[in-house]
């Protein structure tokens, strides 16, 4: 069977572009990777070129089987890569997924890049693959996070308690959000209105 999502794939907007994992992307998001500050809500620390290369590894092993689509985020004025995201949990029989795995260089914290990625994402997922539910979950202590999730227009659906095992051992509880096909067309607008408004033309 086929993956819900084929490699390559390109999006692309006014501030960015999202391509697909390629090997070739690989020295520069080590790099960015290693701001420990990116880190600190996360289960993991891939902060050392080592662990960065097992996840890189780890999710183009996971696009072979169709269960994640990594992409890293490209600043479209300087090409550089900025950050990355990805789609997880994907599961087409269910058709839904997960947008998560979000990192961006402190530099471009705060700014409209963020909006546009979710934006792009959201277009892909409800328009191109016609998903019923797209879900987005982060740290519940990781308010700049929910905050921005909760800018997008995702709905808080609830803490999930102990929801993962960080690994220095302590546990995680996760706020999960959702968005929904009835809710796309609100989501985009108020999305679209969003970013219009914060790009210096």
């Known amino acids: 069977m086929a993956n ?44 050392s070129p080592e662990r960065y290369r097992s996840v890189f590894n780890s999710a183009l092993s996971d696009r072979e089987k169709g269960i994640q689509f990594p992409f890293s985020i490209f600043d479209r004025d300087t090409q550089k890569i900025i950050g990355s995201t990805r789609f997880m949990d994907i599961q087409p029989n269910h058709k839904k997924l997960e947008i998560g795995t979000t990192w ?52 808080f659906e609830g803490i999930l308690r102990n929801d993962m095992l960080r690994e220095n051992g302590t546990h995680r509880h996760s706020a999960y959000y959702s968005i929904i096909n009835d809710e796309w067309l609100n989501v985009k607008a108020m999305l679209s209105a969003s970013l219009a408004n914060r790009i210096v033309k």
């Open 104 to 155: 961006l260089h402190p530099e471009f914290w705060g700014t409209p890049v963020n909006t546009e990625c979710k934006l792009l994402l959201l277009t892909y997922c409800f328009e191109n693959l016609a998903t019923l539910r797209v879900q987005l979950k982060t740290d519940e202590n990781n308010i700049r996070s929910r905050k921005a999730i909760e800018k997008i227009g995702a709905r």
């Open 4 to 47: 819900w999502i084929n490699h390559p794939l390109t999006l692309q907007g006014h501030l960015v572009e999202l391509r697909s994992f390629d090997e070739s992307h690989l020295e520069a998001l080590t790099s960015l990777a290693s701001d420990k500050r990116i880190w600190e809500f996360y289960a993991y620390d891939p902060s």
